[in-house]
């Protein structure tokens, strides 16, 4: 009997070679071959040999701080440990559905003890017996011979890849976030100092002004210019001093802790806060992004379904066998002679379902196709991503070095205005004007900054930067 039961689950698995999966390939990327040419991408599209995803984001970020809250992120942040726990679920829900593809194989024992009346018996007395039974075997396995249950554990298999891959997306998702909310907090910090410097620089003005209007050299137009730029002063200074609080305040929730007690001295703004990101290829993303493997691991579960909803067509078999030993005395449950088997296979062949099976069957067509449209789509997604980020590289250097000229040349025309209006050439209206200006053109500087450094960010986090850790590294779930 055992000998029977091992050659038929041999059989089965020969048998059962039979997929009717269809043939895998890989849509048409709908996307240019390179990437846009043109005046604003001069100095964006150098090609590079390392690739952004290889490029660690320790190697990335330059600022010690910023390197210390990224790995505070890793390991606390609430949304990067739900991905990770939906990765181990998945696998637990593959590792479920492969189970189907063997013979479940119990132990059962059991007993029996029964008094018939005399009107039931047919020697007219009451009679009780006893049965007593100890087996092994498997029941109900269905023998895969037309690979419905692969293609299923296929699909399982996929959706646990897609997990494993929306887990990266999510790490490239939050270290990006993290770098943006700390710069925005850079940014913003700097601001709230060229505010109080330059509230400094407008209350000394005014003072120097009602002092020229107590003694009748200034008149009442000019203080109140003086007040009113001073007033305004105070408003940036209230407006910047609360984006402080609220930018750290996002910053703690990315983090998912508090700052960090020995959080280094961040680097300033205007220093080298990120390494060159390299631009590659548009082919390199198929293979870079988590979120393009995510959406083409999806395609192919949904192209496995297409073959469980085909195996459902054709008959489904399944066994149930076991062997063991029965006896009416549980002395003599193991004795010689009393051995006994079940074999009992079972076959079903669906005849009439009113359409069920060819509407299966045209639900996972339609999702197959669904499932391409959206791997286009984000193909296309990804693709202006980068292309959006490889122009802002060049337009971004660009305007940056023609916004620290005109703050020079802002500044220089303040350090006239100062003089003449001090030696009674100009008015001081002249001189208010200036003072606006430079400050004016001072925070367009900061941000500028602030804008380019995020951009550099997202074509990191576009190209599939910020995932890839070194060996011992891993983020904890």
Not at 162 to 181: C, H, P, W
Not at 447 to 461: F, G, I, P, T
Request: glycine share 6%; with cysteine; hydrophobic share 40%.
């Amino acid at each position: 009997m055992k000998q029977s039961l091992l050659s038929l689950a041999i059989a089965a698995t020969l048998l059962g070679g039979c997929s009717m999966i269809p043939e895998y390939q890989r849509p048409e990327a709908p996307v240019d071959a390179a990437w846009p040419q043109g005046q604003a991408y001069e100095m964006g599209t150098a090609q590079v040999t390392t690739l952004a995803a290889d490029l660690d984001w320790r190697e990335f970020f330059q600022d010690p701080a910023l390197r210390q809250l990224v790995q505070t992120a890793l390991e606390n942040n609430r949304d990067l440990r739900t991905a990770a726990l939906n990765v181990q679920a998945y696998q637990s829900l593959y590792r479920i559905q492969r189970s189907e593809l063997f013979p479940g194989i119990s132990a059962d024992g059991g007993a029996t003890r029964q008094r018939m009346p005399g009107i039931m018996s047919q020697s007219g007395q009451a009679d009780t017996s006893s049965t007593y039974s100890a087996t092994l075997g498997t029941s109900a396995w269905e023998l895969d011979f037309f690979g419905r249950l692969r293609s299923l554990n296929q699909h399982a298999l996929e959706q646990y890849f897609a997990t494993e891959q929306a887990r990266r997306s999510t790490q490239i998702s939050l270290v990006a976030s993290v770098a943006t909310a700390y710069l925005d907090w850079q940014a913003d910090q700097a601001l709230l100092k060229l505010t109080q410097e330059t509230l400094k620089t407008y209350e000394q003005s005014y003072a120097l002004t009602q002092r020229s209007f107590d003694v009748g050299v200034a008149d009442a137009l000019a203080l109140s210019q003086a007040r009113t730029a001073v007033e305004s002063a105070q408003v940036s200074l209230a407006q910047y001093t609360r984006l402080v609080a609220q930018d750290r305040n996002a910053l703690v929730q990315l983090i998912g802790t508090g700052l960090p007690a020995d959080l280094p001295k961040g680097l300033a703004l205007d220093a080298d806060l990120l390494a060159e990101v390299p631009a590659g290829l548009p082919s390199d993303l198929l293979q870079r992004r988590p979120d393009l493997l995510q959406a083409e691991h999806l395609l192919k579960g949904a192209n496995a379904n297409i073959g469980a909803a085909r195996a459902a067509f054709f008959p489904s078999v399944s066994l149930t066998a076991n062997a063991g030993s029965m006896s009416n005395e549980l002395s003599g449950l193991f004795d010689a002679g009393s051995g006994s088997w079940l074999f009992q296979p079972q076959i079903s062949l669906p005849i009439f379902t009113a359409g069920r099976l060819e509407a299966n069957l045209d639900y996972a067509e339609l999702q197959k196709d669904i499932q391409v449209a959206q791997y286009e789509k984000a193909i296309q997604v990804a693709f202006q991503e980068v292309a959006d980020g490889l122009a802002a590289r060049t337009t971004y250097q660009q305007q940056l070095g023609a916004q620290r000229a005109l703050v020079s040349t802002t500044a220089e025309y303040y350090r006239l205005a100062e003089r003449r209006y001090r030696t009674g050439v100009d008015s001081y209206l002249t001189l208010l004007d200036a003072q606006r200006q430079l400050f004016s053109a001072r925070q367009q500087l900061i941000s500028d900054r602030l804008n380019q450094l995020a951009s550099e960010v997202n074509l990191y986090k576009a190209l599939g930067g910020g995932w890839k850790e070194p060996e011992g590294k891993a983020p904890q779930a």
